[in-house]
């Protein structure tokens, strides 16, 4: 595959002009208990997980969908026992080593979330080097949150706007959405439009609690190492015909031209 090679037909009976999403976010979950299911370790199942994620990668680039943000470990990840926490650190480091230079040469724009300070630095140095690697391609943006939470980011963007009050460089008159949402992580991306969670739980774990405020949410029983091309084929189908309507009433979303003041 080369950036931005044709897109590929999929799995599905969708017609070719289908709106697929702009930005997916996935709470990739499950790795636990598909590991516990076949007697092994927790980490175990996370190793297995890799393969699901250069998958999703795959996709998203023959599909043209312009981001993908995928939620590696939580701010409260960190209160898992040390062994496993450790473990998927050690994964983290291992993949970015392995999979930087094909994410690359596919064009893609590889970015990091979360609470950086908390990382070990030979992570960080990886980290900063591969965005730095890759801040010009276009294909697709994949944005891993790590040592992420939905909270932290909220709080992360009024710090910095109490800061700029504190050196008399804005007014708190100033400070609407629009303001919040220019410092919050992925500011430059559209919203996420279909946010996917495997594992079986109906619930959002603080992931992306600002920027999902309209977004489709779509669950799934699969276990993250079993989550496929065909389930993620369904999860884009049944987003292509779901009615987003943003607050409108059903009638002025079929007659946009109307808009909300007519
Ligand atoms: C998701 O899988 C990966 C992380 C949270 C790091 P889990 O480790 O939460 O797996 P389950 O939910 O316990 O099966
Ligand atoms: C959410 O999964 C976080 C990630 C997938 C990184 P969790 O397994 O931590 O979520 P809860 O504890 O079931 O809500
Ligand atoms: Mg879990």
């Known amino acids: 595959m080369t950036a931005h090679a044709p897109r590929q037909p999929l799995p599905t009976d969708l017609p070719a002009d289908a709106r697929l999403p702009r930005h997916i976010a996935i709470v990739m979950d499950g790795n636990g208990r598909w590991a516990q299911r076949r007697g092994r370790p927790r980490t175990f199942g996370h190793r297995a997980g890799a393969k699901t994620v250069r998958l999703c990668v795959r996709v998203c680039l023959e599909q043209h969908i312009e981001a993908?943000?995928?939620?590696?470990?939580?701010?409260?990840?960190?209160?898992?026992?040390?062994?496993?926490?450790?473990?998927?650190?050690?994964?983290?480091?291992?993949?970015?080593d392995r999979e930087v230079d094909e994410l690359h040469e596919y064009g893609v724009r590889l970015r990091f979330?979360?609470?950086?300070?908390?990382?070990?630095?030979?992570?960080?140095?990886?980290?900063?080097?591969?965005?730095?690697?890759?801040?010009?391609?276009?294909?697709?943006?994949?944005?891993?949150?790590?040592?992420?939470?939905?909270?932290?980011?909220?709080?992360q963007a009024c710090r910095t706007l109490a800061q700029c009050v504190a050196d008399g460089k804005l007014d708190p008159i100033a400070i609407d959405e629009a303001a919040v949402a220019r410092h919050m992580a992925l500011a430059d991306l559209p919203a996420p439009d279909l946010f996917i969670r495997t594992g079986g739980d109906h619930r959002i774990s603080n992931f992306l609690l600002w920027q999902s405020a309209y977004t489709e949410l779509w669950f799934t029983d699969?276990?993250?190492?079993?989550?496929?091309?065909?389930?993620?084929?369904?999860?884009?189908?049944?987003?292509?015909?779901?009615?987003?309507?943003?607050?409108?009433?059903?009638?002025?979303?079929?007659?946009?031209?109307?808009?909300?003041c007519a």
């Open 68 to 96: 993908l943000t995928l939620f590696a470990f939580s701010s409260e990840n960190w209160k898992r026992p040390q062994e496993e926490v450790g473990a998927l650190m050690k994964l983290f480091l291992r993949s970015l």
């Open 113 to 155: 979330i979360g609470e950086r300070s908390t990382l070990a630095v030979p992570i960080r140095q990886r980290m900063d080097a591969a965005e730095r690697r890759t801040a010009a391609n276009t294909a697709l943006t994949l944005t891993i949150a790590i040592s992420y939470g939905g909270r932290w980011d909220i709080a």
């Open 222 to 260: 699969a276990l993250w190492p079993d989550f496929d091309r065909a389930e993620l084929s369904r999860a884009l189908a049944d987003f292509t015909a779901r009615e987003r309507r943003f607050g409108l009433t059903g009638a002025q979303v079929d007659a946009p031209s109307q808009g909300a």
